[in-house]
């Protein structure tokens, strides 16, 4: 099974008949238990379920044309080269969709520093495909949607979605039941600072971060018993609204995803001492018995998770963060 195969499942029998154009956006998404390794890396099945919660105005909007020339991608108002790697990745991803002599103009904005750590796959792969959803009038399901998004970046397959949302593993070869639901539960206290380390473009993208790790790191073995057990303690968290249960569950997550990077060889550190030090910020806090945890994806930028009424104390130890309230 490949990709076009997907696509020939989910969009069989849809007639092509797109308008001029359309724009879509969707939220990007931080995982509380992460996804990282994959079994299958052409359809990005991964080897655990993953739990994300949107970070609602934090995201991406995508106008795609038509058009008779070549294709034109702009990233955040800059045109990008035929051979920088995002549009190479955008265009094979939009050649599974479109006959041979069609063209797009894409724009894309992201209003977040693009790899800063924070998911720009994931929200830039998800409003592509609600926006070429509008384009071609295929009026999807979301479920659809969602399968369509993970073929261009597992994560993306979460920003379908608002609110927390699960990606189901799933155990089909063709991935058909891979895909994101939300869930029913809501949180509105909760908040995420998005503390900015860095905002240069990382060495090593998740995609062969990913690769290394599961290739090499023996400590790997042991992540989908973590996932299996933080996911039931997500969940109970949140049903519970224990917000205790949630912070440490997606810190010790997100540190247990860390230390099999660490042990892969070449080692992956996407720490800068800077991160370090947000870390031991968090911790003295707690110390202090400041409710506050983090989380952190594949770079050096942290998430720090805490209730609304600890916005003063947390914007007070952390400056210039941005600070997203997911169920606005
Ligand atoms: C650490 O979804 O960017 O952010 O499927 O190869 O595009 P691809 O990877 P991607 O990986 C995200 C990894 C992560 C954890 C997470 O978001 O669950």
Not at 129 to 154: C, M, N, Q
Not at 165 to 191: H, I, K, T, Y
Request: include cysteine.
């Amino acid at each position: 099974m490949n990709k076009k195969d997907i696509v020939r499942i989910i969009l069989g029998g849809k007639t092509i008949s797109a308008k001029p154009s359309a724009s879509a956006f969707a939220s990007s998404n931080i995982a509380l238990c992460k996804y990282w390794g994959k079994r299958d890396e052409e359809l990005n099945l991964p080897v655990t379920a993953s739990l994300s919660v949107s970070l609602g105005h934090l995201g991406t909007r995508t106008k795609i044309s038509i058009s008779n020339m070549a294709d034109r991608i702009t990233l955040d108002d800059c045109e990008l080269a035929d051979e920088d790697p995002f549009a190479r990745r955008l265009i094979s991803f939009l050649d599974l969709f479109r006959s041979p002599r069609e063209k797009y103009n894409i724009e894309t904005k992201n209003n977040f520093p693009t790899a800063a750590g924070l998911a720009s796959s994931a929200s830039g792969f998800a409003a592509l495909v609600i926006a070429l959803d509008d384009l071609y009038a295929w009026h999807l399901t979301k479920k659809e949607l969602s399968l369509l998004a993970r073929l261009g970046s597992g994560s993306a397959s979460r920003s379908i979605f608002n609110g927390f949302v699960e990606w189901q593993r799933g155990s089909r070869d063709d991935g058909m039941d891979s895909f994101a639901q939300v869930l029913a539960e809501q949180w509105p206290e909760l908040r995420l600072g998005v503390v900015t380390v860095a905002d240069e473009q990382k060495a090593v993208g998740s995609r062969a971060g990913m690769r290394r790790t599961t290739e090499t790191s023996e400590l790997y073995r042991s992540w989908p018993l973590q996932v299996e057990k933080d996911l039931r303690n997500i969940k109970e968290a949140i049903q519970n609204r224990d917000f205790e249960l949630l912070g440490k569950t997606a810190e010790s997550n997100a540190l247990a995803m860390h230390a099999t990077m660490l042990a892969a060889w070449p080692p992956l550190l996407y720490w800068k001492p800077e991160t370090v030090l947000v870390f031991q910020k968090v911790w003295k806090m707690r110390e202090a018995g400041v409710p506050v945890y983090f989380t952190i994806d594949a770079g050096p930028n942290v998430k720090i998770l805490f209730l609304e009424n600890q916005l003063n104390v947390v914007s007070k130890n952390f400056g210039s963060m941005e600070i997203v309230t997911p169920f606005s």
